[in-house]
T-cell receptor
Framework: DQQVKQNSPSLSVQEGRISILNCDYT??????FLWYKKYPAEGPTFLIS?????DKNEDGRFTVFLNKSAKHLSLHIVPSQPGDSAVYFC????????????FGKGTSLLVTP | DAGITQSPRYKITETGRQVTLMCHQT?????MFWYRQDLGHGLRLIYY???????DKGEVPDGYVVSRSKTENFPLTLESATRSQTSVYFC???????????FGPGTRLTVL
């Protein structure tokens, strides 16, 4: 049973525009959320995270928003760059889970020049 | 170099053979993890370890064995490989303070 869902397998955005990647979760025990970026033949690399006590976290061009009541989070990339083209994974963890991560299936982002 | 290394990077084996995937980290992080990535499933947790000699099952542990005699090493063994274990395997460690997991480059395993 998928506890973290990324319902859009792919997204295409023009360079300079905003990319919005969405993620939903079902487990109310999740209290920490992360976004990872993955290029082919490489391991996932950490991008940005947010604790459940916050509703927004920014790091340069990347912002993550958390809506706890809707069990929804989103990653905004502004402005999008061709180098952002990759697969983005949403992940969540619960305090009593030994820091193990539950991943979504990923969204493939393509940023076109 | 500091970080997480996995070996081998690519492995082809036959059904029924035993295979061990190696994972080594240079940071002395307490927690380590094994995930597998399959099309249509994202990454799924196989096993994790909170410290040397402490391991626990994840979402998909069947057919796998782990051990952790030293903090820096966390090998994953497929005792009798099956075709359904064809996958890309990622090892990770958790960094306290930053509250993020660092991933290795992955091992692509094919079971014929």
């Amino acid at each position: 049973d998928q506890q973290v869902k990324q319902n859009s397998p792919s997204l295409s955005v023009q360079e300079g525009r905003i990319s919005i990647l969405n993620c939903d979760y079902t487990n109310s025990m999740f209290d920490y959320f992360l976004w990872y970026k993955k290029y082919p033949a490489e391991g996932p690399t950490f991008l940005i995270s947010i604790s459940s006590i916050k509703d927004k976290n920014e790091d340069g061009r990347f912002t993550v928003f958390l809506n706890k009541s809707a069990k929804h989070l989103s990653l905004h990339i502004v402005p999008s760059q061709p180098g952002d083209s990759a697969v983005y994974f949403c992940a969540a963890s619960a305090a009593n889970s030994g820091y193990a991560l539950n991943f979504g299936k990923g969204t493939s982002l393509l940023v076109t020049p | 170099d500091a970080g997480i290394t996995q070996s081998p990077r690519y492995k082809i084996t036959e059904t029924g053979r035993q295979v061990t995937l190696m994972c080594h980290q240079t940071w002395s992080h307490s927690y380590m993890f094994w995930y597998r990535q399959d099309l249509g499933h994202g990454l799924r947790l196989i096993y994790y370890s909170a410290a040397a000699d402490i391991t626990d099952k994840g979402e998909v542990p069947d057919g796998y064995v782990v051990s952790r005699s030293k903090t820096e090493n966390f090998p994953l063994t497929l005792e009798s490989a099956t075709r359904s274990q064809t996958s890309v395997y990622f090892c990770a460690s958790w960094r306290a303070g930053r509250n993020e997991q660092f991933f290795g480059p992955g091992t692509r395993l094919t079971v014929l």
